[in-house]
């Protein structure tokens, strides 16, 4: 009946549920994210912030509710080509054994493509690391595995990025590195985005959007610096 | 010695027996003055051994006197009794049993079939029985091998997995890595075996051809038969198994659903 609704939108979300043995994690999520908006998921540790990525990515399978991509049933939608479209870049790198090339091929050769040499340049000089290519992923830096993590991810071409902490993993320097990577591909790419993080500032550097998260319920969404002033009252 | 007393082949072996458990509780006796805290573990161990083997012998007695296809309900309960052997040693994977009955049955059942009727095993019950035993459990050591490191490779590379899933990589994409090694480290007891052969260890089936008066060069080829069906029969119980497994551990939504040791 709320169909018709959600062909505007980029996603949709509609009443997302997620419970653990009876024990709910999100309850009755609601929101819809445009083309090029930029939207922070907000919130403390164990507020269902992962989780809720993690089911816009359907890495895990929501309770109730629904998902719409472009008005689509995103069930309707093969878990790998959803996948590759809603790109997923985690908080651990959790590279391929190997080199950074093998590890930016994955993506595109799980599907039967392949990456051409300067294809593979220009994903590394997007992410600042020009010449890595034949580096094994064991010698890396932690803020240089998380820039490859996201040229990984950039490689299947996706319409948007779903970030999850992707820098409180990573010391200040790697953290500014990492950051400094993910503006410059906004801006050059203008590209959808949602990033998780407990961090209030990264909040106010990278997002436009903010969805407020406590406790597995939707508590705000609104403009950055409508929630966040709204939050430092109370 | 024993049999100069003894004419009656049973009580003879009876006899035999009980001076083997005379030494052993000798070794008990030993080992508990070490202190080794063993001593509870290796009765336990003793008693149940002896009382299962000669309770197999006297059943094998009455088996051996029906027609030949009692082999086949015979052979099921073997198979059953390694499937649910197997899960003992395999923690936290849904429908192991399932998965174990389906991958021995498989293995055990097609190499079984196939050797007796090319007549490599003679088509009675006294070489059916014994050679499928030992089908049977090559089959259920390396399933539980097999299926024991593939839920501890999955366990331990969770990040991995999950991250080619997001990737948009299929379950049999991003699984191909820890079933290859889950495959090998589970064949490769059985390989050494094979390469082992004859050196120190005389397996079974020659030494009982031996001890029994065969030809011992006979013995050797048919010993390299036997080992070999064991090496067959296990590979495809654990290609058949892994398969199973795979559709175990992702939903239908390629979900990766066994996450951690807690879960389950
Ligand atoms: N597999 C799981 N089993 C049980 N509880 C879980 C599981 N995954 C997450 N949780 C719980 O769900 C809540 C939300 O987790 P998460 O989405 O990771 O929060 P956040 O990312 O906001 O820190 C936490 O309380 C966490 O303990
Ligand atoms: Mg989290």
Redesign the pocket.
């Known amino acids: 009946m709320t169909r018709q609704k959600h062909h505007n939108a980029f996603i949709s979300v509609e009443g997302l549920t997620y419970a653990?043995d009876g024990?709910p994690?999100l309850s009755d999520i609601c929101f819809e994210v445009q083309v090029g908006e930029r939207v922070a998921v907000f919130?403390?540790?164990?507020?269902?912030?992962?989780?809720?990525i993690r089911l816009i990515n359907r890495l895990d399978e929501p309770t109730a509710g629904m998902i719409w991509l472009n008005g689509e049933d995103y069930r309707q939608i093969p878990p790998g080509s959803l996948r590759r479209r809603l790109g997923m870049v985690m908080q651990a790198p959790n590279l391929f054994p190997g080199t950074v090339a093998d590890n930016l091929c994955f993506g595109p050769s799980a599907h039967g493509e392949t990456l051409t040499e300067a294809e593979i340049r220009a994903l590394l000089s997007g992410v600042d690391l020009v010449g890595y290519e034949n580096r094994n992923v064991s010698s890396l830096s932690g803020g240089e595995a998380q820039r490859v993590n996201l040229a990984r991810t950039l490689a299947n071409k996706p319409e948007a990025l779903l970030l999850d902490e992707p820098t409180s993993a990573l010391d200040q320097a790697a953290k500014n590195e990492v950051e400094e990577t993910i503006k410059a591909i906004i801006k050059s790419q203008n590209m959808t985005f949602i990033l998780?993080t407990?961090d209030r500032a990264q909040v106010e550097r990278l997002a436009e959007r903010v969805l407020l998260?406590e406790a597995?319920q939707l508590v705000a969404d609104g403009s950055v610096k409508e929630v966040l002033d709204a939050r430092s009252v109370d | 010695m024993l049999a100069r007393w003894i004419d009656n082949q049973v009580w003879l072996g009876a006899a035999q027996a009980g001076v083997t458990m005379v030494a052993a509780l000798l070794v008990v006796w030993l080992t508990g003055r070490l202190k080794l805290g063993l001593k509870k573990e290796i009765l336990i161990s003793l008693g149940r051994g002896v009382g299962q083997i000669v309770l197999v012998g006297f059943l094998l007695t009455v088996i051996f006197s029906a027609d030949l296809w009692i082999a086949v309900p015979v052979i099921l309960v073997m198979i059953v009794a390694g499937s649910v052997m197997t899960i003992r040693r395999v923690r936290n994977i849904p429908h192991a049993l399932r998965i174990s009955f389906i991958g021995i049955s498989a293995g055990a059942g097609l190499v079984i079939t196939v050797m007796t009727l090319m007549g490599v095993i003679e088509q009675e019950l006294t070489s059916i029985i014994p050679i499928g035993s030992m089908m049977v459990y090559g089959a259920m050591n390396t399933n539980a091998l097999m299926m024991e490191r593939f839920r501890s490779e999955v366990t331990s590379h969770v990040g991995q997995i999950e991250a080619g899933l997001a990737l948009g990589a299929s379950p049999e994409q991003v699984i191909r890595p820890y079933s290859r090694r889950a495959i090998s480290a589970a064949l490769t007891p059985n390989i050494n075996g094979l390469r082992s052969l004859g050196i120190v260890w005389i397996p079974g089936a020659m030494a009982g051809m031996v001890l029994s008066g065969q030809n011992p060069a006979y013995a050797g080829f048919y010993q390299f038969v036997v080992s070999g069906s064991i090496f067959v029969t296990a590979g495809i119980t654990v290609l058949i198994s892994i398969v199973l497994l795979r559709s175990q551990v992702f939903s239908q939504a390629e979900q990766l659903l066994l996450?951690s040791e807690a879960d389950n």
């Open positions: 653990i024990q994690i919130g403390p540790s164990g507020a269902g912030k992962s989780t809720l998780v407990h998260l597995g | 996450r």
